[in-house]
């Protein structure tokens, strides 16, 4: 072999060696979000799954890839992009969106890792066997949603302490919905308050709903946990000030753009939570190993401006024990 030949060899060889390499490197892995609503009005709660995601030291288009579903608030769709996310075989999939997408992965996959956030009791769900050693492949967060109904119910009666008919919104395709009227119900039996249950599972069932609360004289309106009704946040705000109508919520979201009250755990810290979750599955943990994880520290916060609107005086014993009051 003459010296151009072997420098020539030489040369072919360090232009195959690394592409050979590349090609036996491990794939990226791929995270299956699937939720019932869209992107736009979920933003800054996918933002903080990637927060949480970035703390394992996973960073969307470096070492991780995201296949996002979205359900655009018809959850008769969830079924098909569940199985999608199975076919394309993803190493774990996310539902922060509730347990109705929750319900839909599990029964399109027994092995694919599922992290979801939920209201409710997963347990009672069927999503783990117990909050300490959840079992099958589901884990994640949850916020038992009787603490919290109790809680704003009895905020409502604080500030309105005349009022005796309290109107519930719930999304009945959610099934959350039952177990959580059955909680208010509980609640609103020990000041001697009535309760009575609106549905709303669209964008047109909300602006059809008031009327009703209006005609049936509520004194005031409890807004269930529900991705449609995050994504509507703005449209039940303009309605129940229209309406004149005071309102708790279920996260500050609400209350920063102009609702009156909100209690409960904060949302961007529950999805950066399941972004944690999510990242310590690729590392090699299993979800039946991982407790589900409750919530400890949840948020009061009042409009003060939105109360004056609604004529309103807020006693000064229940500004004292808010988290954050909003002039």
Request: hydrophobic share 45%.
């Amino acid at each position: 072999m003459t010296r151009r030949e072997f420098i020539t060899l030489l040369g072919g060889a360090a232009v195959v060696w690394p592409l050979s390499a590349r090609s036996q490197q491990p794939a990226m892995p791929v995270i299956g979000f699937l939720d019932p609503e869209s992107l736009e009005p979920t933003a800054h709660l996918v933002a903080a799954f990637r927060t949480g995601l970035s703390e394992i030291g996973y960073i969307e288009g470096r070492n991780v890839t995201i296949e996002f579903r979205w359900a655009y608030n018809d959850r008769d769709r969830l079924p098909d992009l569940a199985t999608d996310l199975v076919r394309r075989r993803v190493t774990v999939i996310a539902t922060p969106g509730g347990i109705a997408a929750t319900l839909v992965a599990k029964a399109a996959t027994a092995t694919i890792p599922i992290v979801f956030m939920a209201s409710g009791d997963p347990v009672q769900a069927g999503l783990a066997m117990s909050l300490s050693r959840p079992g099958g492949n589901t884990t994640g967060v949850s916020f038992m949603t009787g603490e919290i109904a109790a809680k704003q119910v009895g905020l409502m009666h604080e500030l309105i302490p005349h009022f005796g008919r309290l109107a519930v919104l719930v999304n009945p395709k959610n099934p959350s919905a039952e177990p959580l009227t059955r909680d208010v119900q509980a609640a609103a039996l020990t000041i001697g308050c009535q309760i009575e249950v609106f549905a709303a599972n669209s964008n047109r069932d909300i602006d059809t709903v008031f009327p009703s609360l209006v005609q049936k004289r509520a004194d005031g309106l409890l807004v269930s946990p529900d991705p449609l009704f995050t994504a509507r946040r703005a449209q039940l705000l303009i309605l129940a000030t229209h309406h004149r109508l005071p309102a708790v919520y279920f996260d500050r979201v609400f209350t920063d753009i102009g609702g009156l009250m909100s209690y409960g755990a904060n949302l961007a810290e529950q999805y950066r939570q399941v972004g944690i979750y999510v990242g310590r599955i690729l590392k090699g943990e299993k979800p039946s190993d991982l407790p589900v994880i409750r919530p400890t520290k949840f948020e009061f916060v009042i409009n003060l401006q939105t109360a004056r609107t609604l004529g309103l005086t807020v006693p000064a014993t229940l500004l004292a024990t808010a988290d954050e009051v909003i002039e």
